[in-house]
């Protein structure tokens, strides 16, 4: 029977039937007994319960039991010779035979985040079964809107956040943002904003209508920093290269970044200008200068309040918001780095940096968060407060100011 997992699907299908009625049935003997279980090497417990009804509604019950348990059979067990160091381990093992029916799905599995954290030895990362249970597999029946199995088993509180926003109230599903298989690192990359343009095409067209630089914005400004409004912002500094126009990650073996945070320099407290300077100079040291950089981005201080998105009349809209002198976003800073995971390493600035000549000087192609174009808008924005025009002076004022972009807006107003 273990042959039939080397066959073709539709021969593994035909096979499967064929054995489910007589050996399928024998097995459940045994195993459809509740609280049936087995203690394992390290003590943990194994379920050997296995429910026969739901298993025969399941997709998986034309294979047949034997087709994914090749080394049982009712000659060898029970008692069972194979020694089973844990549940993890079991899980593990047994789940290397779902690559030979779904290897496409594997493909994919193997380039995720929760992959690479399995590889690095994460007790806690998901395998297949950990979001599939094998033995009540149904169609398209995966996810469950109503309590965002599988993944809230794992980030319920990101659930609970999720639920009430205009996407969970709609009925969208974690993997339409990151997908059930390829999940990618949710901070690093463009595939999460990929996917809401994605759902979302005439998007860029409509913030034209209102925002100057509106594509600009969508480069150095998450979506979530203006759709989560009641959401704390901050500023994180990328370490960039202009060559590859990549952002920089840390080399397989050698964690420069996290070495060089380590280091003396900046023992017991946030980057300062000065430091900034040198971590720079420690990245440029083997190459041409300014090979490495930083580029901002306004982001979310937590990745979990990017699932509080509410409806589009509450989204940020005030470009005093950001726009002014002293703006909440701009008092945290970050600096980071792409980890060897694809998760970005953090470590905190002081919100002087953003200011500071120093570092303005050293680091070309800094996106200036912050720094002189901002402060020029801020400027202006303060003479126009002080000048009494009140309210609408965010939009009035700005479009007066960047004449560059005032006739395309007014034009697209009129019309
Ligand atoms: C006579 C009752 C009985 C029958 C029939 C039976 N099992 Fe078991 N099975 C057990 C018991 C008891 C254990 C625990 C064995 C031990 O710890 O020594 C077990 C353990 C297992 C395990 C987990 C441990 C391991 O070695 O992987 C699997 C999987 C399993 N059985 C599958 C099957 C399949 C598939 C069939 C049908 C081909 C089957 N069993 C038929 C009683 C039975
Ligand atoms: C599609 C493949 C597949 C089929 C078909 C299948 N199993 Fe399993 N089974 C697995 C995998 C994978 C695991 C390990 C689950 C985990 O990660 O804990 C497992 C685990 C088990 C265990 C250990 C306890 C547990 O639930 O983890 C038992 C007992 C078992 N299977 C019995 C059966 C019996 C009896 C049948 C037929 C009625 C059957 N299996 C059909 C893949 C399968
Ligand atoms: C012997 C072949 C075989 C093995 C091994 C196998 N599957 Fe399947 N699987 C199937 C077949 C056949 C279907 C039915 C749907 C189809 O035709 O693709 C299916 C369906 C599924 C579905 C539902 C697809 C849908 O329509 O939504 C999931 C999920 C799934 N399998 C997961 C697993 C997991 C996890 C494992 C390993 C524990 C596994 N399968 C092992 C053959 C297999
Ligand atoms: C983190 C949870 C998670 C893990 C891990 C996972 N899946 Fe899935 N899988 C899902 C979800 C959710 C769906 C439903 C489809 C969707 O929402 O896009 C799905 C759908 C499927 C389907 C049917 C649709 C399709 O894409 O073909 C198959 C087959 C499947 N998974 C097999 C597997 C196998 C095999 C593995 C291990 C290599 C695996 N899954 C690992 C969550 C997961
Ligand atoms: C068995 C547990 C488990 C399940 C189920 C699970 N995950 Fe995860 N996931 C993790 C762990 C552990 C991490 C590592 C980061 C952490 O601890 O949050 C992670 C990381 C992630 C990340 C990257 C976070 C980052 O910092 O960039 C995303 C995105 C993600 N999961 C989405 C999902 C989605 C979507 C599902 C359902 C389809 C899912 N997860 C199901 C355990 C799980
Ligand atoms: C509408 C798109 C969307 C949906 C749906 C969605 N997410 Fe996210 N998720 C995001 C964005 C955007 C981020 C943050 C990206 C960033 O840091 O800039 C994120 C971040 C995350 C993170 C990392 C959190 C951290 O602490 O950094 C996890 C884990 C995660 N999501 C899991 C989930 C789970 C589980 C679900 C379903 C309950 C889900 N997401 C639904 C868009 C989505
Ligand atoms: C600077 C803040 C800001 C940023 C950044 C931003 N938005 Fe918006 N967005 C808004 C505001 C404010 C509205 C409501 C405009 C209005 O009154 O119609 C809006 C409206 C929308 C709408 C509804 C559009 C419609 O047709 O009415 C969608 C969809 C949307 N945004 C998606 C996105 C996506 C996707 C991103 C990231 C690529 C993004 N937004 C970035 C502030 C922002
Ligand atoms: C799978 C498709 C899909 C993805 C991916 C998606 N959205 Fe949506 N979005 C929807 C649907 C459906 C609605 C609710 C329908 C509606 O009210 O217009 C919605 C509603 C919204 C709204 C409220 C619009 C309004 O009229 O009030 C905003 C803002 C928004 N999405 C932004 C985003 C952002 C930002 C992302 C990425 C983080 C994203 N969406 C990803 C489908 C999607
Ligand atoms: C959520 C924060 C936020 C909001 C709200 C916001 N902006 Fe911005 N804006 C930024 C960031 C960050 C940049 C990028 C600065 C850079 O690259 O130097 C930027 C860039 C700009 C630029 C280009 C500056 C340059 O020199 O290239 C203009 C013009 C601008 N914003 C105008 C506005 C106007 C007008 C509004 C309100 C309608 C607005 N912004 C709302 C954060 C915001």
Redesign the pocket.
Known sequence: MAGALFLGQGTARAAGIAASNKVDQQCLACHSTAGMEKELQNGEKLALHVDGAKFAKSVHSMIGCAVCHGTVTLENHPPSKTKIPGLREYSIERTKVCASCHGEVLKLYQGSIHAALVREGNPVAPICTDCHNPHTVMAKAAYDAATGAPCSKCHGSVYDAYAGS??GK?G?ECS??HRAHDVSPATTGDQ?KN??L???PDALAAHETWLPNAAQHFETVS??AC?APGAKRKVDLRLYDNVTKQSVAEKEGVPQFDNWVRSAKVKGGDLDAMALYSLLREFNRDATDNKTTLRGRLELIKGIDAHR?T??SQ?IRDCAKCHQQGADAFQSVTVSIVGPDGRPVRYGAKPEVLHSIVSMDSVSGFYAIGGTRIKLLDWLLVLAVMGGIGAPIGHMTVRWLFKKYAKKISGKEDS
Do not use: E, S, T
């Open positions: 205009v996407h709609a969208l339409n943002c999460l996917a809401c994605g759902c979302h979506c979530p759709h998105l409806a589009k989204a």
